[in-house]
């Protein structure tokens, strides 16, 4: 990194305001990322996230074992009508 010459103590001061300033702004940003964080691995979230995922999960073997019961039953409801 180059070394930076100023002119005057006015030059300096500004840079220390813009590095003061920057220091504040990646506080506060490293400040919203644990909020996040803390938000995300809430409990409330957690048993979301979970329950979702079974939801999904569910909701696409329900629909297999429908798919796969149902020409079974209709095929048992007709032979049984016919007295098969």
Do not use: A, D, H
């Not at 001061?13 to 919203?32: H, R």
């Not at 909701?59 to 079974?72: A, D, F, Q, V």
């Amino acid at each position: 990194m180059e070394t930076k010459k100023y002119s005057s103590y006015e030059q300096i001061e500004l840079e220390l305001k813009i590095l003061k300033l920057e220091k504040e702004l990646s506080f506060q940003k490293m400040i919203l990322n644990v909020n996040k964080v803390k938000e995300e691995l809430s409990p409330q979230n957690i048993v979301g996230e979970v329950v979702g995922s079974y939801k999904s999960i569910l909701s696409k073997t329900y629909g297999m074992i429908l798919r796969n019961t149902i020409p079974i039953l209709i095929n048992w409801l007709s032979k049984k009508k016919r007295g098969n």
